[in-house]
C-alpha cells in the first residue's frame, strides 16, 4: 500500500536556526513529489516539484531535495514568516488518469519564534 | 486572478440534512479533485475528475457524490449528513500531467463544515 510520511509532526525554531522536515515514501510509479505550504484557515500552497532522485529546488530560506525513497526540505535561517504547516504530497500510478491524484503526508507545523 | 472559488466558506448543517458545495475554476485546468482534511490527518481525496463527464471514487467516497458538466465546476453533494463528514473540505484542480508525469495542484481557501 502506497504510504507517504512526514516527520516531526512539529518543529518550534528560533529565528535563524537552520532545520529540516522529512517525507519519506512507498509508492509505486512515482510520477512527482511536491511540497506545499498551508497557514491556518487557508487552502495548501505549492512550493515545490521534484520528479527525480537527487533533483533540487530551491525558493529563498527553502530548499527541497529528493532521494529513492524520501525527500527533505531544509529551512536555512528561517524568519517568523515561516511559519506555517508544511505538507508534502505524491504522484504515482501506471494508469494514466491516476497521474494527477495527489496523496499527502500528514504535514509538519514549523513555528519560528523571533 | 481568482484560481479556485469555493463556496461556502463555513456551514453547519443537521444530522441527516443534505447540501452541496460548490467549486469553480477559471485557469481551464482537465484535472480537478474535492479533499477533505481532518485535524492531524492530512488531506483524503474524496473524488477527482479528469476531465467534463469524468468521475472516479477516491479514497473516501462514502457519503459524497460529484458530478463535471463543465470544465470550470465540480461540485461536491453531501446527501444525509452525519457528524463524521465535520471537517475541512477542499478543492483543487490542475492541468493535465506533463510528459514529467506530474502537475500540481491549485487549491480552493476551503469551506469547514459542522455537522451537528
Known amino acids: 500500500e502506497d504510504q507517504v510520511t512526514q516527520s516531526p509532526e512539529a518543529l518550534r525554531l528560533q529565528e535563524g536556526e537552520s532545520s529540516s522536515l522529512n517525507c519519506s515514501y512507498t509508492?509505486?510509479?512515482?510520477?512527482?513529489l511536491f511540497w506545499y505550504r498551508q497557514d491556518p484557515g487557508k487552502g495548501p500552497e505549492f512550493l515545490f516539484t521534484?520528479?527525480?532522485a537527487g533533483e533540487e529546488k530551491e525558493k529563498e530560506r527553502l530548499k527541497a531535495t529528493l532521494t529513492k525513497k524520501e525527500s527533505f526540505l531544509h529551512i536555512t535561517a528561517p524568519k517568523p514568516e515561516d511559519s506555517a504547516t508544511y505538507l508534502c504530497?505524491?504522484?504515482?500510478?501506471?494508469?494514466?488518469?491516476?497521474?494527477?491524484?495527489?496523496?499527502f503526508g500528514a504535514g509538519t507545523q514549523v513555528v519560528v519564534t523571533p | 486572478n481568482a484560481g479556485v472559488t469555493q463556496t461556502p466558506k463555513f456551514r453547519i448543517l443537521k444530522i441527516g440534512q443534505s447540501m452541496t458545495l460548490q467549486c469553480t475554476q477559471d485557469?481551464?485546468?482537465?484535472?480537478m479533485y474535492w479533499y477533505r482534511q481532518d485535524p492531524g490527518m492530512g488531506l483524503k481525496l474524496i473524488y477527482y475528475?479528469?476531465?467534463?463527464?469524468?468521475?472516479d471514487k477516491g479514497e473516501v467516497p462514502n457519503g459524497y457524490n460529484v458530478s463535471r458538466s463543465t470544465t470550470e465546476d465540480f461540485p461536491l453533494r453531501l446527501e444525509l449528513a452525519a457528524p463524521s463528514q465535520t471537517s475541512v473540505y477542499f478543492c483543487?484542480?490542475?492541468?493535465?500531467?506533463?510528459?514529467?508525469?506530474?502537475?500540481?495542484?491549485?487549491f480552493g481557501q476551503g469551506t469547514r463544515l459542522t455537522v451537528v
Open positions: 485557469m481551464n485546468h482537465n484535472y
Open positions: 475528475s479528469v476531465g467534463a463527464g469524468i468521475t
Open positions: 504530497a505524491v504522484q504515482a500510478g501506471v494508469a494514466t488518469d491516476s497521474w494527477g491524484k495527489l496523496q
Open positions: 509508492v509505486s510509479g512515482l510520477r512527482g
Open positions: 521534484l520528479y527525480s
Open positions: 483543487a484542480s490542475s492541468p493535465a500531467p506533463g510528459g514529467r508525469g506530474g502537475a500540481e495542484a491549485f
